[in-house]
C-alpha cells in the first residue's frame, strides 16, 4: 500500500513510519509542506497518487492554542480541510487523528465513540472542527482519536516529571484531570490493523486504563525508580495555565475492541518506554 503521512516528524508520525516501513511511504511536513495552503495538499496528492493519507499534522500545543485560537483554526480547522478535500476530488480514504479534548471532561465514566462532540477550549475547538470537515467531505474517513500521547525522543509528561523529580525531589502534580496515558509506538500499531479492514468509523485507540495525572506520576515514579520523591496531589485551580483540559477525558475503545484491536494496559506500555529511552 501506498500511504501519505501528513506531520511526519511528530511524535505520531515517527512511530508510523517504524509500523507501517513494510509499505510505500511518502512523507511530508513542515517547513517543505504547509497543509494551510490552499491547493498545496491537492497538487502532492495528485502528483504522488496515494492509496491512504494519514493526517497526523496539528498544532497541538493546548496552551498555544488558547493563546492563539485563529492559528489553531488555521491548522487544525483549516488544514484538515485541505486534505480532506484533496482526498475527495482524488478518491483516496483519509485517516484523521484526533483527540479527547473534542469532549469536555464532564463525564466521570469517560466517552466512547459515539458520543455527541462538547469541546471546552480552543484546541478541543480546533479539532472538533476538523472532524466536521472529514465528515462532512468524504464517505472513506478513519477517524481515530486518542489522548495524553507520548512518544521518544521528545519533551512530554513523562520527561517533565522525570526531570523536576532529578532536579527538585518533588513534584506537584494535578490530581483532578483524568485521561489515558497513550504511546505513540502502541497507536501506530493500532492505526496500521484498522487501515487493513475498510470498516471505516470514529474509533478511540488508547492504551487501556486511565488514571489521573497524580497517579500516572506516581506510576512513572515508581518504575524508574525514584520512590524517594515526594509527589504532592494538587488541584487544577491551583495551577494556572491559558487552557482548561477536560476534567474526566478518559476515551472507551467499543469500536476498535468489535474488530480485535485494542492497546495494551497503559502500565505495561510506559515500562517499555522507560527502558527503552530513559533508563541507564
Not at 18 to 31: A, K, N, Q, S, W
Not at 180 to 207: E, M, R, S, W
Request: glycine residues 8%; contains cysteine.
Amino acid at each position: 500500500m501506498h500511504i501519505l503521512i501528513t506531520g511526519a516528524n511528530g511524535q505520531l508520525g515517527q512511530a508510523l513510519q517504524t509500523t507501517l516501513r513494510g509499505e510505500t511511504l511518502t512523507l511530508i511536513d513542515l517547513p517543505e509542506v504547509d497543509i494551510t495552503t490552499p491547493g498545496t495538499m491537492a497538487d502532492i496528492i495528485r502528483q504522488t497518487r496515494p492509496d491512504l493519507v494519514i493526517h497526523c499534522a496539528a498544532y497541538t500545543d493546548v496552551d498555544g492554542c488558547a493563546r492563539d485560537p485563529e492559528l489553531a483554526h488555521r491548522v487544525n480547522a483549516f488544514g484538515t480541510q485541505n486534505v480532506a478535500l484533496a482526498c475527495q476530488a482524488t478518491d483516496i480514504a483519509m485517516v484523521h487523528v484526533s483527540t479527547n479534548e473534542v469532549f469536555a471532561g464532564t463525564e466521570p465514566g469517560g466517552y466512547e465513540e459515539w458520543r455527541p462532540l462538547s469541546p471546552r477550549n480552543p484546541y478541543g475547538q480546533s479539532k472538533a472542527a476538523a472532524e466536521i470537515h472529514v465528515r462532512a467531505l468524504l464517505s472513506r474517513y478513519y477517524i481515530v482519536r486518542t489522548a495524553w500521547l507520548y512518544a521518544p525522543g521528545g519533551r512530554n509528561f513523562i520527561h517533565a516529571i522525570l526531570r523536576r523529580a532529578r532536579e527538585e525531589g518533588v513534584v506537584r502534580v494535578v490530581t483532578d484531570e483524568v485521561g489515558n496515558p497513550t504511546y505513540a509506538a502502541d497507536l501506530a500499531q493500532a492505526i496500521a490493523k484498522l487501515i487493513t479492514t475498510g470498516q471505516y468509523g470514529i474509533y478511540h485507540f488508547v492504551n487501556n486504563g486511565a488514571c489521573s495525572r497524580w497517579a500516572f506520576a506516581n506510576e512513572i515514579l515508581r518504575q524508574a525508580g525514584l520512590t524517594g520523591v515526594v509527589n504532592i496531589p494538587i488541584l487544577s485551580s491551583a495551577f494556572s495555565r491559558p487552557s482548561s483540559p477536560p476534567p474526566f477525558g478518559a476515551l472507551h475503545n467499543r469500536n476498535g475492541k468489535a474488530l480485535g484491536i485494542t492497546l495494551r494496559p497503559w502500565q505495561e506500555a510506559l515500562s517499555d518506554y522507560l527502558q527503552g529511552e530513559l533508563l541507564p
